[in-house]
């Protein structure tokens, strides 16, 4: 008589321990063993043999960037939002989450252990013992695990496209910042030439050389100024608060000494491509995830393996052994072949949102660039003409006020183009900005 190897396998990945029952001496009359029960077991055992060549991962925690100990930077404020930023992190763990369902693609279904006791065949007592294990092919677990695979880099690409748009909203939101501290300044500069302004016509008004609406007016203005100046303070505090929560970190001072016309690298300019935009890689790695998982519907049309053994005595007489062998057929198969349908249809949206996104997205980066260089070239005019001007209309009319040329009003009138000139050049290069980080968003770099 063979010592019997009872085994009992679970859905984990770990093999559950193992009971070896001691061997029972033999008894006369008793038919003699076979190999078909070590046949059945082998079979079992092969089919089974995937489901341990997979070692388990562990998790690793997302690296924390250096706190900087300067103003803080446009890079340090895309290292430290793509790092503690918590929708990123969840979509790190998501992935993980997704790499770690790939060790389930070898699902066996679980076997079968059936023990009888009582009057089986007689009136004797007798007992039975039944293994029987059903599973599906290899192909298909192999193509199951492939489909897990597949949809882990779903989420990879999901990820990525996730980091895009917060490495946008970043950039977006500190030249807002940046630009609104640059709009303070130059509130704070035209406040403290009219305060001057002012002052001198007060004096002016007190000693009898001018009216007394040209100091009402030059208190007004000041008074103007000063409001203007409170609301761009409080915009920032708010655009403030906003960076640090996609920074996931609290934001002390800002660069404020950096070029507030965001750069344009040669990687921001390249033809548009499923490489370097996440939005097209997400949508080309659907297409092949729609291929594999008509694949696996395909694959699971497919008979089911069967194999089992049967041991029992007979009227107290042991050692009547059993080997089973065959396959499960559904005998309607028409669900699966909708969903084999359903799965091809599946390829072909899939198919159709990737062209429809490439031509969609090819537009839109020709639009930006078209737009880019209008915005460049109106920057150079603003910066090579326009400026200049502003700044000695400025100074002219400063020394022409002090020296009595001009009186308040006349200061005011010829300087209002100066201010605005300015202002307008800083919506200007808002406007640019916007072009660039969006181009940048298409197919720059994070």
């Known amino acids: 008589m063979l010592p019997v190897l ?11 321990p193992t009971a070896e029952m001691p ?4 008894t006369p009359g008793t038919r003699p063993a076979g190999t078909a029960p070590a046949v059945a077991l082998g079979l079992a055992l092969w089919l089974l043999l995937p489901l341990g060549g997979f070692a388990q991962t562990t998790p690793t925690a997302p690296l924390t960037p250096p706190v900087p100990t300067g103003p803080l930077t446009l890079e340090q404020a895309l290292q430290t939002g793509l790092s503690q930023n918590l929708s990123v992190q969840a979509a790190a763990l998501w992935v993980q989450q997704q790499r770690a369902l790939t060790r389930t693609g070898y699902d066996i279904p ?14 004797l007592i007798d007992q039975s013992f039944n293994v029987i294990q059903q599973t599906a092919l290899p192909g298909v677990y192999a193509a199951q695990r492939r489909l897990l695979e597949s949809q882990a880099l779903t989420a990879e690409q999901r990820g990525r496209v996730q980091r895009r748009e917060l490495s946008q909203n970043i950039r977006s939101s500190y030249y807002q910042l940046l630009l609104s ?11 403290s030439l009219y305060r001057r302004a ?26 103007e100024l000063q409001n203007r100046l409170a609301t761009t303070l409080v915009d920032i505090s708010v655009q403030q608060q906003q960076l640090a929560l996609l920074l996931g970190a609290g934001v002390g001072r800002i660069d404020t000494l950096a070029s507030v ?5 040669a990687a921001d300019t390249t033809a ?3 490489d370097s935009n996440p939005t097209l890689g997400l949508l080309r790695q659907e297409a092949a995830q729609s291929q594999l998982q008509t694949r696996v519907e395909q694959l699971r049309r497919l008979p089911d393996v069967r194999v089992g053994y049967f041991n029992q005595s007979i009227n107290k007489e042991r050692g009547f052994q059993v080997a089973q062998a065959g396959i499960s057929v559904p005998l309607l198969g028409g669900a699966q072949k909708n969903r084999v349908a359903a799965a091809r249809i599946g390829e072909q949206v899939a198919e159709n949102q990737l062209t429809y996104a490439t031509t969609q997205l090819a537009g839109q980066a020709q639009q930006l660039r078209q737009q880019l260089r209008r915005a460049r070239a109106s920057l150079d ?10 700044r000695l209309i400025l100074s002219t009319a400063e020394k022409s006020f002090r020296a009595g040329d001009i009186d308040y009003v006349t200061y005011v009138v010829n300087t209002e183009p100066a201010w605005q000139i300015q202002q307008a050049y800083l919506e200007q290069v808002s406007r640019y900005n916007e072009f660039v980080i969006a181009l940048q968003a298409l197919n720059g770099a994070d």
Do not use: H, K, M
């Open 272 to 274: 548009l491509s499923a």
């Open 23 to 26: 061997p029972t001496a033999p």
């Open 198 to 223: 002012a002052r001198a016509a007060r004096i002016r008004y007190q000693v009898g050389e001018t009216n007394r609406l040209e100091q009402v007016s030059a208190e007004a203005r000041s008074q």
């Open 381 to 390: 005019y603003y910066e090579q003409a326009a400026l200049p001007q502003a």
């Open 110 to 123: 679980r076997t079968v252990l059936d023990y009888q006791r009582g009057q089986i065949s007689g009136g």
């Open 181 to 191: 501290y640059r709009r303070a300044a130059l509130l704070r500069r035209q406040d």
């Open 6 to 16: 009872y085994t009992f396998f679970t859905n984990d990945d770990e093999e559950a």
């Open 261 to 265: 016309v965001a750069l344009l690298g």
